[in-house]
């Protein structure tokens, strides 16, 4: 099979004296070592009304359509671009947007243009510093800190481990500045219900009381919580719950990562260095409402809240 390349000039030149010689395309073909559909394109695009044909014009009208030739952006639909304007005040994520676009029965919209739409500044008003997660920095680990558990995360259950019922929550710390307060974060693993409350420090009493207040009517099957030292109260909050604490290796952060994907989402409404104390129960709860209406990818890009409605009326 021939490579295909564009025609130059010069065997335009060509093509013109062997067509004034009065050679027949099959001829001029094999002379040019091109397919004789391509010297029956090329006449037909570059012919003149007269039937004449000219390669110096030929070249340049080539040169015209190759200007032309550009592919319409994406985003220039006006259904697309509100779509994902819509997402992303939101603060859903690009592939959230894409994957809730193809669900509604429509085709070509890739996350990958959501985002390269952002870094261009394609998108009026929206930026990744002010619309996506992590503001298009890297991922960073964590740190922690030990305690002595009782249950370790490999005792779970194997109804826990696959996320088999609704009731078995991770739960973890958000620090805000020196002194300014802490958010005690619980994710339900099979639906990734987030649940939130802030509290001024992060002593142990204070975050033994704070289990019971965010986790007020919810019914507790089993909490799976990092060694951090704030969770040193365990026994009493197993007592309160009523359940039972399984805590993860340290250095692990793997082992709880919905609650920590959860907590990477949290950062964006309230980064590092927030004042926890300055957040009214009504705004957290904005938030946390906003989060459970987010399209998630391992729910099938349903939210939580629609994932838990799904399952109860099934």
């Known amino acids: 099979m021939q490579s295909y390349h564009h025609f130059t000039l010069k065997e335009r030149e060509c093509l013109s004296e062997n067509l004034k010689d009065g050679k027949t395309l099959g001829e001029i073909a094999k002379k040019l070592n091109k397919n004789v559909s391509s010297i029956s394109r090329e006449l037909k695009r570059s012919k003149d009304k007269f039937e004449s044909y000219y390669p110096l014009e030929a070249t340049v009208s080539y040169i015209n359509r190759r200007k032309r030739c550009v592919r319409r952006p994406l985003l220039s639909d006006s259904k697309i671009y509100d779509f994902v304007c819509t997402g992303l005040d939101k603060f859903w994520s690009p592939e959230a947007i894409s994957a809730r676009w193809k669900l509604s029965g429509a085709k070509g919209l890739s996350f990958t243009t959501i985002y390269n739409a952002l870094k261009n500044k394609l998108l009026v008003d929206y930026s990744p510093k002010t619309h996506l997660r992590r503001r298009g920095k890297p991922k ?15 005792q779970r259950p ?64 089993s909490i799976t919580l ?18 039972t604490i399984y805590f993860a290796d340290p250095y692990s952060p793997w082992q709880r990562g919905s609650n920590e994907n959860i907590n990477g ?50």
């Open 226 to 243: 990092d060694r951090g030292p704030e969770f040193v109260e365990f026994p009493e909050i197993e007592k309160q719950l009523k359940t």
């Open 265 to 314: 989402i949290l950062r964006f409404f309230f980064p590092k260095g927030y004042d926890f104390k300055s957040v009214t129960d009504e705004k957290l709860q904005n938030v946390v409402e906003l989060i459970n209406n987010r399209p998630r990818k391992c729910l099938g890009w349903l939210s939580p809240l629609e994932f838990i409605f799904q399952k109860c009326c099934t």
């Open 140 to 154: 960073k680990a964590g740190n922690y800190a030990t305690i002595k558990p009782v249950h370790t995360i490999h």
């Open 158 to 221: 194997k109804v826990v481990e696959y996320r088999g019922r609704l009731g078995d929550l991770e739960g973890d710390t958000v620090y805000g500045g020196i002194g300014k307060g802490v958010l005690l974060t619980f994710i339900d693993r099979k639906s990734r219900k987030l649940y939130a409350g802030c509290r001024p420090n992060r002593s142990s009493i204070t975050i033994k009381e704070a289990f019971s207040d965010v986790l007020e009517g919810v019914k507790v099957k």
